[in-house]
């Protein structure tokens, strides 16, 4: 018995957690990436759910940055998490010459509350 005790007091605490980790809520952001780094800087476009814009400060001015790490970096700070990356990929050829255009994405997260997420999700419905 006092095992089973034991046993279930070490248990109870693993199960709260759980349980805790499935109710949180996310707000997702789809970054992307455009522009030549060295000439230009990296310009990123931000997909909200609403739109699609550019990344623009407090302020309103569109931010550019000097690497893909600096773009990491400032989002971190801005209480963003990495949820998930990748990269689409299109092209085309003729006559054995062809091209090809992959563009980069991170889907970041921020922890919200579950009425702020599902107001983010009616709102990202056309309707």
């Not at 990929?89 to 255009?101: D, F, K, N, P």
């Amino acid at each position: 018995m006092k095992k089973f005790l034991l046993l279930l007091l070490f248990l109870l605490p693993c199960l709260a957690m759980a349980q805790e980790e499935d109710e949180k809520y996310y707000i997702y952001n789809i970054f992307s990436f455009t522009g030549n780094i060295k000439k230009e800087g990296v310009k990123v476009n931000v997909d909200n759910g609403l739109t699609v814009d550019r990344l623009v400060d407090e302020n309103g001015k569109k931010i550019v940055f000097k690497t893909p790490a600096g773009v990491l970096m400032y989002l971190l700070s801005q209480g963003w998490e990495m949820y998930r990356s990748g990269a689409t990929v299109q092209g085309e050829s003729a006559l054995g010459y062809g091209e090809t255009e992959t563009n980069s994405y991170w889907i970041m997260r921020k922890p919200c509350s579950k009425e702020d997420f599902e107001k983010a999700v009616q709102e990202s419905i056309r309707k």
